[in-house]
């Protein structure tokens, strides 16, 4: 399952689940099969939600309540986590290396699946 944050044609920026048909608005299908719709209003509260909220997701996007599937075309990716907390790396640093390594390259021309969170099935 990829998870992302995406913007509607309402301006709107809010969590789904990226599908080969589309994105679903998980906090849509939540309410439409009466759960509770807050881990999924932004991509925050939903990591720290934690593995509830993961296998809630999960139960989501095989449901797939009517209304809940957005086709691509009609949204826009966003920054999965817009303004994360704390971010720790590590990096192994070679003697006579006399630049950084590149951790993770991030541009505006990047791909919508290299905007998603890629999440373990």
Do not use: H
């Amino acid at each position: 399952m990829r998870l992302a944050r995406y913007e509607g044609t309402d301006g709107v920026a809010r969590l789904g689940a990226l599908t080969d048909d589309g994105v679903v608005n998980l906090a849509s299908a939540a309410n439409i099969l009466g759960l509770p719709g807050a881990p999924f209003t932004e991509m925050a509260s939903f990591l720290s939600a934690g593995e509830s909220a993961l296998d809630q997701a999960r139960k989501l996007v095989q449901t797939l309540p009517q209304g809940t599937l957005i086709p691509t075309s009609d949204i826009k990716l966003r920054k999965p986590v817009p303004f994360p907390g704390k971010i720790i790396a590590i990096i192994q640093w070679k003697r006579g290396q006399n630049k950084c390594p590149r951790l993770l390259s991030c541009s505006p021309n990047s791909t919508p699946a290299s905007q998603a969170l890629e999440i373990p099935s």
